[in-house]
């Protein structure tokens, strides 16, 4: 059980490695595309490099050193164009030639550039004729001389690829390793990296592992000795089945190789033959073609060869995909026109729809205008409504407190008429006909009555109206104010105004109520009205005032 638990819990852990190397290699070749599309700064820096070396050569007399500057300008174009590293090797030689100098570095380019770009036999040819020369050479210059044979046949290998001559390339490629191992110190980068070689082809992949990573600790990371090491390392997880880490050191070995500006690479064709593998078809294809355009300019036909096997497949795949898309495209362009006819449609209806919309709330405004209008005429008819209720209400309660008083006032009479009648009736049976007559024919008797009449009416009206006079007196002018003697409710002016206060309008009924004639009343209103603040309203303004009484 416990066995069992222990194996689910490292397949668990496999599958997340397995998850997290795929999105690490998803980012490295996000980082790569961003790299090609910069890949012109590192070339214009190569060729800044070039062009220095070659401003020196010019300005250089003496051949030993034109000779060494224009050995480093075929270094530079080793890796970077082979026609041009030719003209310069070529230079050198007719140099050497005239000077009676040391021709082998020079014999030794010519080799290696021979190797790099296809020309296998020259390649061979040149090294086969310094064959005779070994026994004079340093223990340098015999490594170097294996070196270009291991490269040789390394060349010849990959070429041969998949016949029956592969194995033998292979095996004369691990003798030069040997040999060069025998020559190189133990504490240099190629001692390990061919140690590597001949470990790796004698398939022990922990050693050759260990091998090249100490090769890469003393490797520059951005040159093209890093990206053969970085080449290596995918090589040995090639063997083990690790295709995330094959691939994540391939994108590293092209990282070196772009920031390096080599043209002469393989590790971005044979990442492309994987991810085209992996279904990333578009990718692929452009590496390729980038791998194919880097072969054209150094003119390889080594790396043309290789590359022609698998371009037509990866294109006819590309183009295939690329007319899939396209045909997408325009199915997602027709279905695009489509909708936006219906958009477009859909805007004139709406925007037909709006215009009526506006209309209708034009013709809203309007209405609703009217109805403001409305409502403020209503508002103001209510408010009128609202007065005449109040003005019947005042009326209906001066009716009711009149009617009370009158009531009361006949009463009142009608108990004095009593009164003087059994007066009346008492002297005559007294026979006091002369005290009787002298009674009936003084005004003593009726100047009272009228008094108390006044008072009562005085009375009764100041209670409807309490503020009467202070409402009345604030129509006048400041100065012309009515003042009331001691014990005077109203007087005559103010009696006249209260009895039109209460709607007895004409001088004439104003006249028999008072004991007036109507002159004598047209003088006292006219006198009044001559005091008012406003002549013209005065009488209007009459009938508002008194209010207190029926807004307490």
């Not at 999105?23 to 996000?30: G, R, T, V, W």
């Not at 092209?254 to 492309?272: G, H, P, T």
């Not at 005559?428 to 005004?443: C, E, F, P």
């Not at 508002?544 to 307490?552: E, I, L, N, P, V």
């Amino acid at each position: 059980m416990q066995q069992k638990y222990i194996s689910g819990l490292f397949l668990l852990l496999f599958c997340c490695i397995n998850v997290f190397g795929q999105q690490s290699n998803q980012y490295l070749l996000k980082e790569l595309d961003e790299i090609i599309g910069n890949r012109t700064q590192y070339v214009r820096q190569k060729e800044d490099k070039i062009d220095y070396l070659k401003k020196l050569s010019s300005a250089e007399a003496s051949p030993v050193r034109k000779i060494d500057i224009q050995s480093q300008l075929i270094e530079e174009y080793s890796n970077y164009q082979a026609d041009s590293a030719f003209h310069y090797i070529g230079i050198n030689r007719r140099l050497q030639e005239k000077n009676n100098l040391e021709q082998l570095q020079s014999r030794f380019q010519y080799a290696f550039i021979c190797a790099q770009s296809g020309l296998f036999n020259e390649s061979q040819l040149c090294l086969d004729s310094l064959r005779k020369e070994i026994s004079s050479m340093t223990t340098t210059q015999r490594a170097e001389y294996y070196k270009l044979y291991e490269r040789l046949y390394m060349n010849l290998r990959e070429y041969a690829k998949g016949s029956h001559l592969e194995d033998v390339y292979g095996k004369l490629e691990l003798a030069y390793c040997d040999s060069i191992l025998a020559y190189v110190s133990h504490n240099s980068q190629f001692y390990h990296y061919y140690k590597f070689k001949a470990e790796y082809i004698g398939q022990d992949f922990d050693a050759a592992e260990s091998s090249i990573k100490k090769y890469m600790e003393l490797t520059d990371s951005v040159s093209n000795d890093a990206a053969r090491g970085y080449y290596q390392l995918s090589n040995i997880c090639k063997e083990r089945g690790d295709t995330i880490n094959e691939i994540r050191y391939l994108i590293l070995s092209v990282f070196a190789d772009e920031k390096s500006a080599v043209r002469q690479n393989r590790s971005m064709r044979l990442l492309a033959q994987i991810l085209y593998a992996q279904g990333d078809i578009k990718r692929a294809y452009r590496y390729l073609q980038i791998s194919s355009d880097d072969a054209n300019f150094y003119n390889t036909r080594l790396r043309n060869s290789q590359i022609a096997e698998v371009l037509p497949i990866i294109e006819k795949d590309y183009q295939s995909e690329r007319d899939e898309n396209e045909s997408r495209l325009r199915l997602g362009i027709i279905l695009i026109s489509i909708l936006l006819v219906i958009i477009i449609a859909i805007s004139i209806y709406l925007r037909k729809k709006l215009k009526q919309l506006s209309s209708v709330r034009k013709d809203l405004m309007v209405i609703n205008k009217n109805l403001s209008a409305i409502n403020e005429e209503v508002k103001e008819k209510n408010e009128a409504l609202g007065k005449l209720a109040f003005d019947l209400g005042e009326s209906d309660s001066v009716k009711e407190k009149y009617v009370g008083y009158f009531l009361k006032l006949c009463s009142t009479y009608i108990q004095k008429i009593s009164e003087y009648q059994k007066l009346v009736n008492r002297k005559i049976k007294a026979g006091q006909i002369d005290d009787l007559y002298k009674m009936t024919s003084s005004d003593k008797y009726l100047l009272q009555e009228t008094k108390e009449f006044y008072k009562n009416f005085d009375e009764a009206f100041l209670n409807i109206y309490p503020s009467f006079v202070q409402d009345f007196n604030s129509l006048l002018q400041d100065d012309k104010p009515f003042s009331l003697k001691e014990g005077e409710l109203l007087n005559t002016e103010l009696r006249i105004y209260a009895l039109i206060r209460l709607g007895i309008k004409e001088s004439s009924q104003i006249a028999e109520f008072m004991g007036y004639t109507p002159v004598t009343i047209y003088s006292y209103r006219t006198k009044v009205k001559s005091k008012a603040k406003d002549k013209e309203n005065f009488d209007r303004d009459i009938l508002k005032t008194g209010r207190s009484y029926f807004t307490s």
